[in-house]
């Protein structure tokens, strides 16, 4: 139990071997570039195994969704849309960008888009049910990387740390609070929340934060 409460505790992302001194390094090390390669890339392949499961959408994506229905836009236009407009809520909390910021809209996208086609497409229930939570774990390890790389959080990642940092409320609860509340908002708005997504709402703020913990454990000198 006191396990538990020390990873749910986290509030600022560990500093580690392959973090960078900055997210606004003009020169970042070498290394801190590589993990944020390899931790967007298993980022992005465990949103393809979700987008696979046929079992509902990531909460954000519901969001843009409900936009594109309301202002009648593309879907691709309302999620560059809802991107830009979390990294305005950057500004009060004084969350700094960095070259990972940006490079996540490209190899995220880049991923899901070549693995997708190689994923299995459920139909039954305890496929679809398993193959959420597999993608949730994979988006978890994916995302605790490339976070500890400092080399700039994304849009939504950075929203929860910055609130996290400013608040000093664990970064897992700041996660629920914002995914939940997106779903809501977004199905409100006519975007379609299925199981996984209320999964993903639930899981994805505690997994990324677990995996976190379990690095900074092994890893932290």
Do not use: C
Request: proline content about 7%.
């Amino acid at each position: 139990m006191k396990s538990i409460k020390r990873i749910f505790s986290l509030t600022s992302v560990p500093n580690l071997f392959w973090s960078a001194p900055t997210p606004l390094s003009i020169k970042p090390p070498l290394l801190s570039v590589l993990f944020l390669f390899i931790g967007l890339s298993i980022f992005g392949f465990g949103h393809a195994i979700l987008f696979g499961s046929n079992f509902g959408v990531s909460p954000w994506m519901v969001l843009a969704q409900g936009l594109a229905i309301q202002f009648e836009i593309g879907i691709g236009l309302s999620i560059i849309v809802v991107s830009f407009g979390v990294l305005l809520f950057w500004i009060p909390l004084k969350e700094k960008p960095g070259i990972g910021t940006f490079i996540n809209f490209f190899v995220v996208a880049a991923v899901i888009e070549m693995t997708l086609p190689y994923i299995p497409y459920q139909t039954d229930i305890p496929l679809k049910l398993f193959q959420v939570f597999l993608g949730i774990l994979i988006i978890g390890i994916g995302g605790s990387i490339y976070l500890i790389a400092n080399l700039g959080p994304g849009p939504r990642d950075g929203l929860m740390t910055g609130i996290s940092k400013k608040t000093k409320i664990p970064m897992a609860y700041v996660r629920n609070a914002l995914e939940i509340s997106v779903v809501i908002i977004g199905w409100s708005l006519g975007g379609t929340a299925g199981v996984g997504t209320l999964i993903f709402a639930i899981m994805i703020g505690p997994a990324i934060v677990a995996y976190m913990y379990l690095m900074k454990t092994i890893f932290e000198k």
